[in-house]
């Protein structure tokens, strides 16, 4: 059984058309990004937000990490700008403060999160800014009470999520991802993201939520800044 979560090709492709009329481009403007000189992206997949970015900024130079070879294969045949790295969000062969903007869209939560969110701290130079999006708690709770795939299999591991979700948020733990738990999706919290990043002498300068299910916040954005 793998041990990542890895997209499919067409989610990867019908992701750089979504990223350019959903909250993707505001954020990114929100954030500055045309003022990056380098811009990162853990978790990149074939590059789709990145080719947004250049388009946003055409000088900075742009490097996308993701453990799936064939969507970095993918990417870097698509003839752009983007340096593609083999590697995982949780292990950046990338040296410390050398990156003024970083970007992680929708790709923590497959990571083993503290040590992920470590490194993205300390590859982003001082004053540098990270934009993330992330599953929330009313993004989990809908998957475990309308999945959106059939399958008892599936029904059972979108509630392994939502378990390994509140053990993150309470518990503070998260599985490695070769073991059991460390096979599930947990959602994050603002609190718990604040709290971890505080360590890591970063902070939320802005958040803004995408949708809600009952009530519940499924998909945050945020902008979070390295303060020295
Ligand atoms: C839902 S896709 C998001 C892709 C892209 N960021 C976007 O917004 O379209 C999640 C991505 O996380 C990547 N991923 C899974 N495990 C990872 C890990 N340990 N480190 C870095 N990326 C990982 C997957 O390969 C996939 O490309």
Redesign the pocket.
Known sequence: MST????SST??RG?LAA?RSDMTVSVLCRARIAEAKCVL?????AG??LRVVEGLNPTASLIG????EE?CRAGQGENGRIFFIQA???HLPIADGSVDFAIC???LN??HQAT?LHELARVLAPGGKLVLSFISFGYTLRQALHPARGGVGQALGNFKDLLAGIALQVLGSQGRRPAFWGRSVPYTSCDWLRRRLRKDACEIAWLGCEGYYLGCATIWWAIISRTK
């Open positions: 990542y979560f890895f997209a989610y990867h992701q990223q992206d853990v978790g990149c997949g789709q937000t990490v993701d453990p799936d969507a995982e969000g949780e869209r929708v790709a497959y990571m992920a």
